[in-house]
């Protein structure tokens, strides 16, 4: 059974830069696609970016061009690379996984999750 644990997020400064981890354990990653949620108090959860099996990656508008998804299957962990962080990028970060080899933002496509890791940007 595929289990995730996220790690990497804090308090940062408008403009800094995190880097979140996915690390799992329980069966290699390889096999199955990734993706990178965050939700905010109050508002639903919203689909940042994926990878897929091969490495092909996609991303949400409000982060593109800021966050860079990788993922190194020797380690089973996959990163979120955040730069230029904004006060509305603030929210819990999950990271799930599907064994289908796919590219998308519905939650409901993945079946495993993690517990998320909170990320706060402000001054």
């Known amino acids: 059974q595929l289990q995730l644990v996220e790690s990497g997020g804090g308090l940062v400064q408008p403009g800094g830069s995190l880097r979140l981890s996915c690390a799992a354990s329980?069966?290699?990653?390889?096999?199955?696609?990734i993706a990178w949620f965050r939700q905010a108090p109050g508002k639903g959860r919203e689909g940042v970016s994926s990878i897929t099996w091969g490495g092909s990656t996609s991303y949400a508008d409000s982060v593109k061009g800021r966050f860079t998804v990788s993922r190194d299957d020797p380690e089973n962990t996959v990163y979120l690379q955040m730069n230029s962080l904004k006060p509305e990028d603030t929210a819990v970060y999950l990271c799930?996984?599907?064994?289908?080899?796919?590219?998308?933002?519905?939650?409901?496509?993945?079946?495993?999750w993690g517990q998320g890791t909170q990320v706060t940007v402000s001054s």
């Open positions: 329980g069966t290699t990653l390889d096999g199955f696609a």
């Open positions: 799930a996984a599907s064994p289908y080899d796919i590219s998308s933002f519905n939650y409901l496509s993945y079946d495993y």
